[in-house]
């Protein structure tokens, strides 16, 4: 049984950083391609972040040269490193991992056809 947990979220001011994980249990985290989504109360779920089952690391319009997203096998983990967070990323943010294919870029943000998801962190910035 494949499970993805995601950890890291919490409150941050204005400017700050947090570093999201998903840890991968009952495979291996390269065995597929994850990515990281967001949904905000009232708002759409948000494609931000995809790291590509070829090593490609893509990014949304919204996130792009704040976040970085980082893969370690030995952990089975993959990282959302948010930085610069403002209060317009205040969201939940899940974990999804997708066993055949890529991210699909589109209008500013990815897609994928997911296997699994994870619960989600909340993520909460605010002075």
């Known amino acids: 049984q494949v499970r993805l947990v995601e950890s890291g979220g919490g409150l941050v001011q204005p400017g700050g950083s947090l570093r999201l994980s998903c840890t991968v249990s009952?495979?291996?985290?390269?065995?597929?391609?994850v990515a990281w989504f967001r949904q905000a109360p009232g708002k759409e779920r948000e494609g931000i972040s995809c790291?590509?089952?070829?090593?490609?690391?893509l990014y949304a319009d919204s996130v792009e040269g704040r976040f970085t997203i980082t893969r370690d096998t030995d952990k089975n983990t993959v990282y959302l490193q948010m930085n610069s967070l403002q209060p317009d990323d205040t969201a939940n943010y899940l974990c999804?991992?997708?066993?055949?294919?890529?991210?699909?870029?589109?209008?500013?943000?990815?897609?994928?056809?997911?296997?699994?998801w994870g619960q989600g962190t909340q993520v909460t910035v605010s002075s």
């Open positions: 009952g495979s291996r985290v390269d065995a597929f391609t």
């Open positions: 790291y590509n089952y070829d090593s490609r690391r």
């Open positions: 999804a991992a997708q066993l055949q294919g890529g991210c699909i870029y589109y209008r500013g943000t990815y897609y994928m056809d997911a296997n699994y």
